[in-house]
């Protein structure tokens, strides 16, 4: 059976130019993750989601200045905004020996946390409490989207209408759903799908919400 199958452990990929950084990394965070570390970054930043994909990944640690090396163009931050083009809300955090100037210059990551924390056995628990919360939490969303949607179908099909607020539900549901994979064509189904199957419906859900949410 696949490794990766059999593993309860959260997949998480460390991305990090530096071999020596890698090598520490790996250290320290193998025996509580399921761990890819790429030992080279793509030239194109493009490629860096195939390879996140590649393992099925649920988190991201990211080095802040990738381009530090001179061998990519590109930093943390800018990987983060290239993966949320595909995913908008897989959990991705910056890591840097330059946590001041990373705080004020990146506008993407979720969390940002120093280097040191490799070698601060209180700040990697901090850090694996942070990821394991948030993989928790995304793994959480998607399910109660999926149930949400599920629930409404079947009573869709039973041929029973659903209320407004519960068209408001499966709307943002379906929504939320769309974010997770920015490539699939679920997005042009959300606009076609039986719940919202009239230009003049889909704008009475979207006016629901925003008086859902001035409530």
């Not at 949400?148 to 179908?153: L, M, N, Y």
Request: proline share 1%.
């Amino acid at each position: 059976m696949n490794q990766m199958i059999m593993s309860d452990k959260i997949r998480l990929v460390y991305l990090d130019e530096e071999e020596s950084w890698q090598s520490q990394a790996h250290s320290v965070l193998k025996n509580d993750f399921q761990l890819h570390i790429p030992q080279y970054m793509p030239h194109n930043i493009e490629d860096i989601w195939q390879d996140v994909c590649k393992f099925d990944t649920q988190a991201v640690l990211i080095d802040y200045r990738l381009n530090d090396t001179g061998k990519v163009s590109y930093t943390g931050d800018d990987v983060i905004r290239e993966l949320h083009r595909h995913n908008k809300h897989l959990p991705m955090f910056i890591i840097t020996s330059y946590e001041d100037n990373a705080l004020i210059e990146c506008k993407e990551a979720q969390i940002i946390r120093g280097k040191e924390l490799f070698t601060d056995a209180k700040q990697y628990e901090k850090l694996k409490s942070i990821i394991t919360a948030n993989v928790n939490n995304y793994n959480s969303r998607k399910a109660s989207a999926e149930n949400a949607i599920k629930k409404f179908q079947d009573k869709i099909s039973k041929g029973e209408n659903l209320t407004n607020e519960e068209s408001v539900t499966k709307f943002e549901a379906e929504l939320y759903l769309s974010e997770l994979d920015l490539n699939n064509s679920v997005r042009s189904d959300l606009i076609t799908s039986k719940s919202n199957d009239t230009l003049e419906e889909l704008l009475k859900v979207a006016q629901s919400i925003v008086d859902l949410h001035k409530k």
